[in-house]
């Protein structure tokens, strides 16, 4: 035990408390700023091959109405988002890696559960793919047995 006056539970949720109003007091010019430089995904990345937010829809005259519209939908995506910043800075502070997640589609709109596991980085990698792979059959097994839901990758498209 030292002598400080707080614990380290004080400083991850002060951390995780700080995260979420970072995320959830960006403004719409932040976030437009932020699409000024950032590249669009599916046109490459940032060694010089792809496009910016700003250079894939404004065209160099005045109507930003493209723009936007994509800086509305993503303000939409970071409001709607859940909050997992607590998550987050228990993972860090464990020093844990977090896997691509795991999850079901209804039949109707969108998922019904997902699922993210996060590793010790001193698994080998056939210890964490055979973990990961066994995680990912349990879940799906009672998945389909509970709620009658196939994973993403078997979803038609």
Known sequence: MT??????EDLRA???SIVAS???GITPSEIADRMDRSYVQ?????????????????RGD??????????QQIDDLIRDAADVSEWA??????????H??????????????AVQVATTPELT???????????????????????????VSEAAV
Not at 3 to 8: L, R
Not at 62 to 71: I, K, Q, S, Y
């Open 125 to 151: 990698d056939t210890a964490r793919d055979e973990l990961l792979s066994e995680i990912h059959k349990a879940i799906d097994e009672t998945v389909r047995r509970v709620l009658c839901l196939k994973p």
């Open 100 to 113: 691509p997640a795991m999850a079901w589609l209804s039949t109707t709109s969108g998922y019904d559960i």
């Open 22 to 24: 970072a995320i959830s």
């Open 89 to 98: 800075i228990q993972l860090g502070a464990a020093n844990l890696t977090p």
């Open 42 to 58: 599916s046109t490459g990345n940032s060694g010089g091959n792809g496009r910016t937010w700003d250079q894939l829809l404004n």
């Open 3 to 8: 002598d400080s006056p707080y614990t380290d």
């Open 62 to 71: 005045l109507d930003t109405t493209e723009f936007l519209g994509a800086r």
């Open 14 to 16: 002060t951390a995780a």
